[in-house]
């Protein structure tokens, strides 16, 4: 019977010493496994907070691009008040002038004008005649 209880217990000892090394096992993985969720865990709020910061930084650059684009159209507006007055003025200083110097015609002096200093008075008309003139020097 003390054979048979040595036996039992030898039995139960090596059982026990096989559950041990799992149990170890079993720990180690669970260290590794608590030590990759924190690390994932980490790399989530990680890439949480750059999102942040990069929605911030968009929004930021946006906002500072919308103003200068606004900025920039109520310059533009400005420059084409100032242009459709000087375009007004001149007209009303050529008609003065003919009427001053009684020569009548308004429309003899200007193309006199043209012709003599190869310029027209409508600034986008003289734009676009200097344009024709670069492309046709381009083209030869």
């Known amino acids: 019977m003390i054979n048979e209880l040595y036996q039992d217990n ?3 000892r090596q059982e026990l010493l096989r559950k041990s090394k799992i149990f170890e096992k079993a720990e180690k993985y669970q260290k590794e ?4 969720m924190e690390d994932n865990e ?3 709020n990680e890439v949480e907070k750059i999102k942040s910061e990069y929605k911030q930084k968009e929004n930021d650059i946006e ?3 919308k103003s200068k684009i606004r900025g920039l159209e109520k310059e533009n507006s400005k420059l084409y008040r100032i242009i459709d007055k000087f375009h007004e003025t001149i007209g009303k200083f050529i008609s003065w002038i003919c009427k001053k110097f009684d020569m009548g015609a308004e429309d003899n ?3 006199d004008f043209e012709k003599e200093n190869h ?3 409508d600034a986008e008309k003289q734009i ?3 344009d024709r003139e670069k492309e ?4 030869r």
């Open 42 to 44: 980490n790399l989530h």
């Open 109 to 111: 002096l200007i193309r």
């Open 63 to 65: 906002w500072k691009y």
């Open 128 to 130: 676009k005649q200097e």
């Open 10 to 12: 030898m039995i139960l």
């Open 119 to 121: 310029t027209l008075l």
């Open 136 to 139: 046709l020097d381009i083209e």
């Open 33 to 36: 496994r608590d030590k990759i």
